[in-house]
């Protein structure tokens, strides 16, 4: 019995420290936050909501905005759609919030459009599919920080293309974010010129993917792109280096943590991928634009957390921070937070990269926003 | 094309060992309660993170970290036949199996709790570069888990066939009412067979985290496959679910190679589809075991 009421204890205390102790002094303004903290994409989730809990403190500590303290209520989605429409009706319902961040996954933040559409509420999403912001005349009140699919796709093709290489084996995971980097794959390699030889899938617990690689070679590509996230990404550069496949490696953006080095070791060496550039802060130029908030955010989150933040919890970071400065800037009226991000998030930077929002862009980053990045000597390096 | 044909083979060999030793640890359980085991998954995701723990965290020394890693599985497995199973009345065995499942989402949590979800991996038993035979690139790894599979296999056989335990713990799934009459304590029995199907997860887990990484929620699925690679041999016969988990192993590589990868899944289940329906009772189960059986 007694470990039940360690367990009990350790709940109530995890629930205390959730709830949100207001600083003393004028109302607080509102802010929900739905993320996918647990449930299969709790690994987006979790950095989302230590970022959002941080930035919290920060500003409050700070003052908050223009007196007012911050609120965010988080709500967990569990990576389900259902509950995060629940969360939604919550937070608009009964918190009464000005706008919501999140939900982290494309699927989530879809089933979220309509409903925001109708309660006139802004969404600053933290999921990267397309559909989420286009077609931009339906999604009046949606945003998204992360970049598009397609960006990321570009920069790697116009890599490629400037490398000379034009036959091009595919790998992604069967799952929505493996789904979206297929398509985008598929789209966008006539425009580039280059040409699928080989398209191939996996599962996202598989363990050994030397199948998918041997059949890749034999269809004559001159490089591999995998896309997918998580322990599979490692488990594809283990077996790209024991295959020693005699062409280059390019992992999709979610390859962009050093957990993974660590995880490949030295099969990692010669990975190329385009990443944020918030991996690779401190190889920047100091007079970067992102580097003075890169440099502070990854400290203060690796201070508190004991771990890197991450490209997804930057997405957080970007979100929240844009819908603070548009409450900054026009005080508690979502119609004017609205027309805020939209029109004047103009060369902002954000964890990201540099958004431009527009009434025909509701993401405002494009593939500027990423570096290619090749791992040497166990660390990540920029290519030129 | 034959040196293609090689490396699918050697791929199928890798996840299938994996699928085959999870089968094992069905088995165990099967053959002592003739109930299902659903956290069986879940104890091949301990043994890989507890070997991580001891070994990388801890730094102990690699048999240490081994055998602390199978004993703490055992004693988890233990608690959780005490706390979960014991207090159920017998009968209802569709009972026993929802517990487990119960029990699994518990584990989880708790993984997830003390892991966190990032994946951990250690270095492989012995390093080096990978065996080529015949241009095709089979990881030493990859043999080492073949190889505890089958030792595991052997002693398993050994074990249900030659000890007085062994044959005690069989007879308790076959009539539990006549085994307590000839003087067998069955509750032990059952006790017993939960450690030791345990320990044979958590073996596994620790052969198969330096190739395939190992995170808190990676259960479900090794259940899965696991559970269709002892259906598929036959319910309680071990050396049917080594077969088992090799078949589907190779089947969703050869698939994956030569139709497509997207398809390896559904071929590898439809085809254990189609062998229960011409042979309900899985490729080594007899058709009078069938009858008997209770699930």
Redesign the interface.
């Known amino acids: 019995m007694k470990v039940f009421k360690i367990l009990l204890a350790v709940f109530i205390v995890l629930g205390l420290s959730m709830s949100v102790a207001n600083s003393a002094g004028k109302e607080p303004y509102k802010i929900g936050a739905i993320f996918s903290v647990t449930g299969?994409a709790?690994?987006l989730g979790?950095p989302e909501k230590n970022t959002v809990i941080m930035l919290q403190e920060q500003i409050n500590k700070a003052g908050g905005i223009n007196g007012h303290p911050i609120e965010v209520i988080i709500e967990d989605s569990k990576s389900d759609e259902t509950q995060s429409v629940l969360a939604s009706k919550k937070l608009l319902e009964s918190d009464k919030v000005l706008a919501i961040i999140g939900p982290s996954t494309t699927g989530e933040s879809m089933a979220l459009v309509p409903i925001m559409n109708t309660a006139k509420t802004p969404l600053v999403s933290c999921a990267a599919g397309a559909p989420i912001t286009q077609p931009v005349n339906e999604r009046h009140w949606i945003f998204k920080t992360p970049q598009y699919d397609f960006s990321v796709v570009e920069a790697i093709y116009a890599y490629m293309k400037s490398k000379g290489i034009a036959k091009v084996g595919i790998?992604t995971v069967?799952t929505g974010f493996g789904d979206s980097g297929k398509k985008a794959l598929q789209e966008l390699a006539p425009k580039y010129g280059i040409t699928i030889a080989a398209d191939?899938?996996?599962?996202p617990?598989?363990?050994?993917?030397?199948?998918?690689l041997?059949?890749i070679k034999?269809a004559g590509a001159q490089a591999v792109i995998n896309w997918s996230i998580?322990?599979t990404q490692?488990?594809v550069t283990?077996n790209w280096h024991?295959?020693?496949m005699g062409m280059p490696l390019f992992q999709s953006h979610g390859w962009g943590s050093k957990?993974n080095i660590e995880?490949a070791g030295k099969a990692a060496e010669g990975v190329i991928a385009p990443l944020g550039r918030l991996v690779v802060w401190d190889k920047l130029a100091d007079k970067h634009p992102q580097k003075a908030l890169l440099k502070k955010y990854s400290a203060d989150y690796e201070a508190k957390y004991k771990s890197e933040p991450g490209t997804f919890g930057g997405h957080a970071y970007d979100s929240l921070m844009m819908v603070v400065e548009a409450i900054k800037k026009v005080g508690p009226d979502k119609a004017k937070i609205r027309n805020y991000i939209e029109t004047k998030i103009n060369k902002w930077p954000g964890t990201g990269g540099i958004f431009n929002m527009s009434s025909k862009d509701h993401c405002g980053l494009d593939k500027d926003a990423l570096e290619m990045v090749v791992v040497k000597n166990g660390d990540w390096e920029i290519l030129k | 094309m034959f040196t293609?044909f090689l490396?699918?083979l050697?791929?199928?060999l890798?996840?299938g060992a994996?699928y085959a030793l999870v089968g094992l640890g069905f088995n165990i359980i099967y053959n002592a309660t003739s109930i299902i085991n659903l956290a069986q998954g879940e104890f091949v995701v301990v043994g890989g993170l507890l070997m991580w723990l001891f070994s990388e965290s801890f730094k102990l020394p690699f048999l240490v970290s081994a055998v602390l890693t199978i004993l703490v599985s055992g004693l988890l497995a233990l608690l959780m036949e005490r706390l979960t199973i014991k207090p159920l009345p017998k009968t209802d065995l569709l009972l026993m199996i929802m517990i487990t499942v119960a029990v699994s989402i518990l584990l989880r949590g708790l993984l997830m709790f003390k892991f966190g979800?990032?994946?951990?991996?250690y270095p492989p038993f012995t390093e080096g570069e990978?065996f080529i035979i015949a241009g095709a690139?089979i990881?030493q790894q990859t043999l080492w888990v073949i190889g505890i599979t089958f030792s595991c296999i052997i002693l398993i056989y050994l074990f249900f066939n030659r000890t007085l335990i062994g044959k005690a713990m069989r007879a308790c799934a076959v009539n539990p009412t006549a085994a307590m009459l000839v003087g067998i304590d069955v509750e032990k029995m059952i006790m017993l067979s939960f450690v030791l199907s345990a320990m044979v997860g958590a073996i596994g887990g620790i052969a198969?985290t330096p190739?395939?990484?190992m995170?808190y929620?990676?259960g479900p699925?090794?259940a899965v496959k696991g559970f269709c690679a002892a259906i598929m041999g036959g319910l309680g016969r071990g050396r049917g679910s080594v077969a088992g988990g090799f078949i589907i192993g190779i089947l969703e590589?050869m698939t994956?190679?030569y139709i497509?990868?997207?398809l390896?899944?559904a071929v590898a289940l439809l085809i254990l589809l189609a062998i229960l329906f011409f042979k309900p009772a899985g490729i080594f189960g007899s058709k009078t075991a069938l009858q008997m059986r209770r699930f």
Not at chain 1, 205 to 212: F, G, L, V
Not at chain 2, 117 to 121: E, I, R, T
């Open positions: 299969p709790s690994f979790e790998m069967s191939e899938r996996y599962g617990k598989d363990s050994d993917m030397s199948t998918q041997t059949k034999a998580g322990p490692v488990v283990k024991a295959l020693k957990k995880l | 293609v490396q699918f050697f791929s199928g890798t996840t994996v979800k990032n994946p951990y991996v990978p690139v990881q198969v190739i395939s990484l995170e929620d990676k699925m090794l590589s994956a190679g497509h990868s997207g390896k899944d």
